[in-house]
Each structure stands twice: as structure tokens, then as C-alpha cells.
Nanobody
Framework: QGQLVESGGGLVQAGGSLRLSCAAS????????SGWFRRAPGKERQFVAA????????SYADSVKGRCSISRDNAKNTVYLQMNSLKPEDTAVYYC???????????????WGQGTQVTVSS
């Protein structure tokens, strides 16, 4: 049974940076698109970024564009989300997800990690 495991969350001051990682293991994780989503308290799950298997297709939510960078190392089956200039409104649980094809919608992803908390203090 395959799984996705996020790491790298934590508490950071506004203006700081964090790098989240998502490690995939087991079947069926190959040739998949990876996405990052987040859910803030009392809000719906929100798209953050997505990257295709080749890295040739990348998309960001407008709210993080210019501050976040998604990348992947397929040899390690790991996807990264570098977040800079963090704001208190970035506080959320961040989830990575996998799909086969391309989507920026949560319902387009069939595999999910358990999430990692990011808290940005003002």
C-alpha cells in the first residue's frame, strides 16, 4: 500500500521561510502529478501548487505566487514546497496529494498524506 508522508512544517515568524517535503513510498507512485493543498481552521481545502512528473507543468495559487516554489526529485520520490515571505494567513495544515493526469482541484487527487501543520506568527 502506497503512502505519502509530509514533513517540514512548524512555527515560523512572519517573513520567514519553510520547506515542506512529501515522500512517496510503495505502489503505485510513479509517473504521478503532485499537488500541495492547505486547510486553514474553519475553511475549505485550498489548492496551493502542483507539479507534473516531468516538472514541465507547474501551477500556483494566486495567493502564493511569487512566494512559493514547488519542485521534485523523482529519484527520491519526493516533492518539495519552498515557502518564503510567509504571512499569518498562510497558517494551515498542508497536505500533499498525488494524481495521474493533471488537476488543481482537490477532487482530482486520489492519494493524500496526513498533513503537516504550518503556523506563522505575526
Amino acid at each position: 500500500q502506497g503512502q505519502l508522508v509530509e514533513s517540514g512544517g512548524g512555527l515560523v515568524q512572519a517573513g520567514g521561510s519553510l520547506r515542506l517535503s512529501c515522500a512517496a513510498s510503495g505502489r503505485p507512485f510513479s509517473n504521478y502529478t503532485s499537488g500541495w493543498f492547505r486547510r486553514a481552521p474553519g475553511k475549505e481545502r485550498q489548492f496551493v501548487a502542483a507539479i507534473s512528473w516531468s516538472g514541465g507543468a507547474i501551477s500556483y495559487a494566486d495567493s502564493v505566487k511569487g512566494r512559493c516554489s514547488i519542485s521534485r526529485d523523482n529519484a527520491k520520490n519526493t516533492v518539495y514546497l519552498q515557502m518564503n515571505s510567509l504571512k499569518p494567513e498562510d497558517t494551515a495544515v498542508y497536505y500533499c496529494a498525488a494524481t495521474w493526469g493533471w488537476s488543481t482541484r482537490a477532487d482530482g487527487y486520489g492519494y493524500w498524506g496526513q498533513g503537516t501543520q504550518v503556523t506563522v506568527s505575526s
